[in-house]
């Protein structure tokens, strides 16, 4: 009888470990995704303000801001901006840019903003952020975690 309520526990013991540790792993990639979203929302900001920016947009695009083409980048699993991506990088899937291993894939949509944020000149951008992952799959295939803001130029 021992015998059978020891088989009877052990997979249902099992099976909630393996679900505890895919809660464990989807809470660190949240809390990472939530760093790497604020590092690209100051990158933005930086470009906006016509800064040095891994975005570095021509005067032309500053000019229609805040319309933002769809931009992709890639983030180490520390959250740095490992660069930009082109769209068939992106829909494709990469594992590494040049030597770093790539954690998330960053898509950047970018349109005027419904409301104005600024008091003044400044244009208001309601910018989302996918950030992805795993990023080696086809973009039709990953996870992904969305963030929306309002960005000023």
Avoid: C, H
């Avoid at 690209?40 to 801001?65: C, K, R, T, Y």
């Amino acid at each position: 009888m021992a015998i059978g309520m020891i088989s009877l526990i052990v997979p249902v013991f099992l099976t909630a470990l393996t679900v505890a540790a895919r809660t464990g792993e989807e809470a660190t990639k949240r809390s990472q995704a939530i760093l790497a979203a604020k590092v690209v929302f100051e990158e933005l900001e930086a470009a906006g303000a016509g800064f040095d920016s891994v975005f570095e947009m021509s005067e032309s695009e500053l000019d229609n801001w805040p319309t933002i083409a769809d931009q992709y980048l890639a983030l180490s699993e520390d959250g740095l901006l490992l660069g930009k991506l082109s769209t068939e990088q992106y829909e494709n899937g990469l594992i590494n840019f040049g030597s770093s291993p790539i954690f998330f894939m960053v898509k950047i949509v970018g349109r005027p903003a419904d409301f104005d944020t600024s008091g003044g000149d400044a244009r208001s951008a309601q910018v989302e952020l996918s950030l992805e992952y795993p990023a080696g799959a086809e973009s039709t295939r990953r996870e992904s975690i969305e963030f929306i803001s309002v960005v000023t130029k």
